[in-house]
């Protein structure tokens, strides 16, 4: 094989290797960008309900990913607080804190990844 | 931080970093598991359309994909054959293989990276 990618496709078509990155436990996926930030919504408003809202997620959708996140930590990752006037008042744990900032150095190294492999197809 | 990811999240939930891989050609896909299969058995049947329905893809679909790839590279990929009693005799070129090996490369490249980060998260 002697040729390089970029002899085969045309230059200039912006070529890029992309991708998606999740973590699975028991193979289904449990932790991706979306969780994330739902965690970090959930930090800024005080309230599960907003935060579903601002990522246009249905409440129930919300829930479930919040108490999937909690059944598998070993400590709760949001303390829910329900009730009171406007319902607010749930917080992250330290742990939770933990969880975004293991996430956020994990996408960097994906970053990479992806940067080198379309600067290695564009050589 | 001092907590890894596995004093986090329970142990014994079978953790995994896993994703998907593709490529784009000026910000759309255009390369991927699916174009290497399909070329690979236009290569072993002779046929884009015994290709296509051994992956349940419709006709329309593989020849999208296929006329996409050829106006993509800077020559063809696939030499169309139609006609014949059985429409056979399509090939692919040396570009085509070339794609699909630097493809099963990139991809033992990513399978690497995730069990490298997979292996990071137990420790």
Do not use: C
């Not at 949001?78 to 956020?104: C, D, M």
């Amino acid at each position: 094989m002697d040729k390089s990618i970029n002899e085969i496709i045309k230059p200039g078509l912006g070529l890029k290797v992309n991708g998606s990155l999740w973590i699975e436990a028991d193979g289904k996926r449990f932790f991706g960008p979306g969780p994330v930030e739902l965690l970090e919504r959930i930090a800024e408003t005080g309230s599960i309900n907003e935060a579903a809202k601002a990522m246009r997620m249905s409440y129930k959708k919300a829930w479930e990913l919040v108490s999937a996140l909690n059944r598998h930590a070993t400590k709760p990752v949001v303390i829910p607080k329900t009730g009171g006037e406007h319902g607010g008042g749930s917080t992250i744990t330290e742990e939770a804190k933990e969880l975004i900032n293991y996430h956020k150095q994990l996408r960097q190294r994906f970053a990479l990844f992806l940067e080198s492999e379309t600067d290695k197809m564009k050589s």
